[in-house]
């Protein structure tokens, strides 16, 4: 399996970072690891683990990583944490994450910070936790009684979304599970 983490830590500072993707290396004995960071972090790279210098706030660079790296199984954004940066970097990566992958937004709590891009106000839509919440209503697409919605690919690719403190898990999938709109709601549909 291939992790890629955005975010190896350290900042500027040299010779500091790559703790997490040690830690992904024990966790997963059989994964190659990859991270990336605006800062070269060469020095974390040995056997299984590759570092990338690359900016999260530029699709270009993500998608030029991502494709050095081939098959993306879990990611995990770990990075600079402004919501801008996340919502980039979901917009880039996830449609690139196979079917099945995982994706880890961490730090959620920035969101809520207008000093690191965010908003007091809770239903911006515009911050990580405003698209990460909005992700959660696509769940229920099939659910839906707007005439002709047309899902998106965030409706149609996720099946699980989960929501810890400063932490969102997301599962990728094929969601089509079916609804049983049209028996419960006769009135609107007729008889099934
Ligand atoms: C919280 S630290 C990562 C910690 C690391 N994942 C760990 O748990 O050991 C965040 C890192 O993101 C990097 N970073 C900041 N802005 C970034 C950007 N726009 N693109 C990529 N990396 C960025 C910083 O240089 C810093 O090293």
């Not at 809520?112 to 106000?121: A, I, L, N, R, V």
Request: charged share 25%.
């Amino acid at each position: 399996m291939n992790l890629l983490e955005i975010g190896i830590g350290g900042y500027n500072r040299a010779g500091q970072g790559g703790a997490s993707l040690r830690m992904w290396k024990h966790f997963f004995p059989n994964a190659q690891i990859f991270g990336v960071d605006i800062e070269d972090k060469s020095f974390v790279d040995q056997d299984r683990i590759t570092t990338f210098i690359g900016d999260q706030s530029d699709p270009a660079s993500l998608t030029s990583i991502a494709e050095k790296i081939g098959t993306l199984d879990v990611i995990i954004d770990d990075g600079s944490h402004r919501s801008p940066h996340v919502i980039t970097t979901f917009e880039t990566l996830f449609p690139l994450l196979r079917d099945g992958g995982i994706y880890a937004v961490e730090d959620t709590q920035s969101s809520y910070w207008p000093e690191w891009m965010g908003s007091e106000d809770l239903n911006a839509p515009n911050t990580s936790m405003g698209l990460l919440k909005r992700l959660t209503d696509g769940l229920n697409y099939e659910e839906f009684v707007t005439e002709d919605y047309e899902p998106s690919y965030t409706d149609l690719n996720i099946v699980g979304m989960h929501f810890y403190h400063n932490l969102v898990i997301i599962e990728k999938g094929k969601n089509a599970e079916g609804s049983n709109k049209k028996n419960a709601l006769k009135a609107r549909y007729g008889k099934a």
